[in-house]
């Protein structure tokens, strides 16, 4: 017998073998558990080990931060308050006929119980939130979000920090024209745009507008014309078809394809054009719904053109005109810092991700201004509330001071002859929103959205194969007329959008015009504040602002 470590045993050729393996088997064992026990110390150290580098950075970045929000929020503070100048009917006219107040308690006369408005404004001069649920109200329609116009705002102009024109007065000569467009644009509503030049009701429209005092649209020689009926009034407005190119080109959007035909209403589909319907309005009670058209259409018509805005959200129609201008591959704003870099390009910078985020953020902020100017400043009444002052008038219910040109107009006798009163049609069942008319929110949001693509893509570029609808909307024609520029076309989707809700019904041309002037002030602050945050070099973006003149940010 041998000694050692085979010592009492009988040794074979097997045993042998397995014995290697149990010992191969031991040391690999051992040397995982070894890598494994290294491996969970090598990440606790480089867990608890900082890049010393980078907090000593960190560090110092905080306090320059903080330095910078400091500095901004000192040059807004330096800023001169403005002056909130509004139109004085709440003093003219103390029962509030000239006033907003759909869904408070009302006679029958469509007028507000005085007990109710009064507390409403009590509200509004208090701030308390408590104060608004204690608003009077009769029908299940609510205010809408009065409490916004008190909301601050950390990043770009607060909402107390900007103004506008006071809105038109109830008495006089302008407020009467744009009632008068609204009454035309309702009767004309089913009318395609591409036959505004044979159609004799439109002829009658323009001839109508031409007529009046005060009219602020777009003219030529001094008159309306068929081809600038219930257009807008920025450069770009009147080239080429009524409809933008951004609201009848196809979106890409990502790898989805689409086409901007929408789900549109009947021909006719108009509501609260008789008395009992409107008096309900006004206490905030509505039934019946818009009654759909089976077949997907291109915004063919002004009717067409209320159901988009009245579904449209927020900034969607801006991000599908980013899609489509990146589709084209639109060139960038000369001022783009990545254009001649020969390294870069942009992405959460002065890329398309940049474009997205914006849309939000001046979205919000113009918002907040516009709800601001509304419920604060003006509270002007809402067409269709000036629209019953009219039928009461004319009916001899109850005299009012309203201009001659609106109540002597063919737009009203040509209602009248229609529906049988000379109220404002609806195209929505529930009216107007539940807030007041100056400014329009849409417009707002519209003029703070095309500012920033403006100032992302060049306007000068040519869009190429340009389109327009056939006069039912099936189906998208060549356009062969004038060149088409970004620039010109991003105006137009934002008069196509604030006119969209005249055709409504629910705000006047002012609205509009104002309310994108708010919007596109909104984002250039907004711009010209975010000009301090980059790392590139940037000079800033220049474009053209919706008076014509040109502004770099």
């Not at 004799?200 to 001094?222: C, H, V, W, Y």
């Amino acid at each position: 017998m041998r000694g050692g470590l085979l010592s009492g045993h009988a040794w074979s050729r097997r045993d042998f073998l397995s014995g290697v393996k149990s010992a191969a088997l031991v040391a690999l064992t051992a040397s995982r558990l070894s890598f494994t026990a290294w491996q969970e110390s090598t990440v606790e150290a480089a867990e608890a080990v900082p890049c010393t580098s980078i907090a000593q950075i960190a560090a110092k970045r905080a306090d320059l931060a903080y330095a910078l929000r400091e500095r901004l929020a000192m040059r807004q503070r330096l800023v001169p308050m403005p002056d909130f100048p509004c139109n004085g009917d709440e003093q003219l006219f103390p029962d509030a006929i000239a006033s907003f107040t759909k869904t408070l308690p009302h006679n029958d006369l469509g007028e507000v119980r005085l007990d109710a408005y009064a507390k409403l404004l009590a509200a509004l001069q208090s701030a308390d939130p408590d104060a608004f649920e204690a608003i009077p109200q009769r029908g299940s329609i609510k205010l809408v979000n009065p409490q916004a116009a008190f909301a601050y705002e950390l990043e770009g102009p607060d909402s107390h920090h900007m103004s506008m024109p006071a809105a038109p007065s109830f008495v006089v000569p302008q407020s009467a024209s744009e009632m008068v467009e609204l009454y035309w644009q309702a009767l004309t509503r089913d009318i395609p745009f591409a036959e505004y030049e044979t159609n004799p009701l439109t002829q009658q429209a323009a001839s109508d507008l031409s007529r009046m005092t005060t009219f602020q649209g777009p003219k030529e020689k001094k008159r309306v014309t068929k081809r600038t009926l219930f257009r807008g009034d920025t450069p770009g407005d009147l080239t080429g078809p009524y409809i933008s190119q951004f609201l009848a080109k196809p979106v890409q959007y990502g790898a989805a394809p689409m086409e901007q035909r929408i789900q549109t209403a009947v021909a006719g589909d108009d509501f609260a054009s008789d008395y009992r319907t409107w008096l309900n309005l006004q206490q905030g009670t509505y039934s019946g719904k818009n009654q759909i058209d089976k077949t997907p259409r291109y915004i063919r018509n002004g009717r067409d053109l209320t159901i988009y805005v009245h579904q449209d959200m927020a900034y969607h129609p801006y991000v599908s005109a980013a899609f489509i201008l990146m589709a084209m591959n639109a060139p960038l704003n000369a001022g783009n810092p990545y254009i001649h870099s020969k390294t870069q390009v942009g992405f959460a910078t002065f890329g398309y991700p940049h474009i997205f985020y914006l849309f939000g953020s001046v979205c919000n902020r113009a918002l907040k201004c516009a709800w601001f100017q509304k419920w604060l400043v003006n509270r002007r009444l809402r067409p269709e509330e000036f629209g019953g002052r009219i039928h009461n008038h004319l009916t001899a219910n109850k005299g009012y001071l309203i201009h001659n040109d609106v109540l002597y107009s063919d737009a009203v006798q040509e209602t009248s002859r229609r529906f049988g009163t000379f109220l404002l049609p609806q195209a929505y069942p529930e009216g107007a929103p539940a807030h007041p008319s100056y400014p329009s929110g849409h417009a707002t949001m519209a003029g703070a959205c095309i500012t920033v693509l403006k100032a992302f893509f060049d306007e000068s570029f040519v869009i190429p194969n340009p389109a327009v609808p056939n006069a039912d909307g099936t189906a998208l024609l060549h356009y062969n007329g004038q060149s088409l520029t970004v620039g010109g076309e991003l105006n137009k989707l934002g008069a196509n959008i604030a006119l969209g809700r005249d055709f409504a019904g629910i705000h006047y041309r002012t609205d509009g015009i104002e309310g994108m002037k708010l919007g596109e002030a909104v984002a250039i602050s907004v711009l010209g504040e975010l000009k301090s945050t980059y790392n590139e070099k940037f000079d800033g973006f220049t474009f053209t602002r919706l008076d014509g003149t040109k502004i770099t940010v």
